[in-house]
């Protein structure tokens, strides 16, 4: 169920909103204070910006469901060693791949695109930007292509060597996760509840697969019985896309109202009981600090605007390598 939107409409959007929301440019990463910074290949690959860009604004108008893969890329990269790029490695050698983990296994998508990306970077100026830069740009160029707010990213991270199934496996947050758990896998990252409800609304855009939401349908505590935070006439469409067996790779959107638009319905769906995921609803249902919040970003396009890219920049700063750590990829797939 791939969703084509008119991408061209939101061109004026995109450019308005490119003026209208600050940059948030140098940030401080924790551990050894080395910066990332915006104009990092300013000088040794003046274009990447514009290469990567390019390469996801085409992707993201042939299948506008791409910009959510994208994004989740990201999300799913930085919470397993640090925005690292480690999620893009493929089995091989002593490299046991993070792409076969319960999180991303038939699930995360998308590594095609980062391939063409790559492969353009890599004729313009080889060996020079790195695949843990190529997934926040274009994390922050998907959420602009579909609506929302631009920011400056800050860049200079360096390719991990290794990857972590077991990483993958533990600190990714789950569908089914409780809401203590979701935000203590936050924490672990060094990110707060603010960063925990701004970021889901990523789940604006993009679909969620019946395996991930079945419990909620048929099964939520274990007793027979449906969530009763889910609308009922919600429910019923979604037992249409989700059987209680089988049909566990089909589809259904994860912002019912206007799923390939990024804006603010889907936290007006968690006010409505139309959150897809159990861990979309629980940000409403089990936390007064969340539940407001949710209220704040769905009364306030700007306020959610702002808050996004301070909490993507903040995220993207999870332990990145920098100077001779790591290395830089020529094939995002595998270590040089």
Request: with cysteine.
């Amino acid at each position: 169920m791939a969703y084509h939107s008119s991408f061209s409409s939101f061109l004026i959007l995109v450019s308005v909103l490119a003026l209208a929301y600050p940059c948030f440019s140098h940030y401080t990463n924790s551990n050894g204070g080395d910066k990332l910074y915006p104009q990092f290949y300013d000088h040794s690959c003046p274009k990447a910006l514009e290469i990567v860009k390019s390469v996801v604004a085409k992707a993201v108008a042939k299948e506008t469901r791409m910009a959510a893969s994208l994004i989740r890329l990201h999300f799913h990269d930085c919470f397993v060693q640090g925005c690292d790029g480690s999620l893009l490695l493929d089995n091989g050698g002593s490299i046991v791949s993070e792409k076969q983990s319960n999180p991303n296994r038939n699930s995360a998508r998308g590594f095609d695109v980062v391939d063409d990306i790559k492969s353009a970077l890599e004729k313009e100026c080889p060996q020079t930007v790195s695949c843990a830069d190529i997934l926040a740009l274009a994390a922050r160029d998907s959420t602009v292509l579909t609506g929302g707010p631009n920011w400056e990213v800050p860049l200079g991270r360096r390719d991990s060597r290794s990857a972590s199934l077991s990483g993958s496996n533990n600190n990714i947050p789950a569908p089914n996760n409780t809401f203590q758990t979701i935000l203590t896998k936050f924490k672990r990252q060094g990110l707060d509840i603010v960063d925990l409800v701004a970021l889901s609304g990523s789940h604006t855009i993009g679909n969620a697969r019946c395996t991930s939401f079945r419990q909620r349908l048929y099964h939520q505590s274990g007793n027979g019985q449906p969530d009763n935070f889910l609308d009922q006439s919600y429910a019923v469409q979604l037992k249409n896309r989700c059987p209680r067996s089988g049909g566990d790779q089909n589809l259904f959107v994860l912002d019912i109202v206007s799923p390939t638009k990024f804006d603010t319905n889907y936290y007006k769906n968690i006010i409505a009981s139309k959150g897809l995921l159990n861990s979309d609803q629980v940000l409403f249902s089990k936390s007064q600090e969340s539940m407001d919040l949710v209220k704040k970003y769905a009364a306030n396009t700007e306020l959610f605007f702002q808050q996004f890219p301070k909490s993507m920049i903040k995220m993207g700063n999870i332990s990145p390598l920098t100077k001779s750590n790591g290395e830089i990829r020529k094939n995002c797939r595998k270590i040089n």
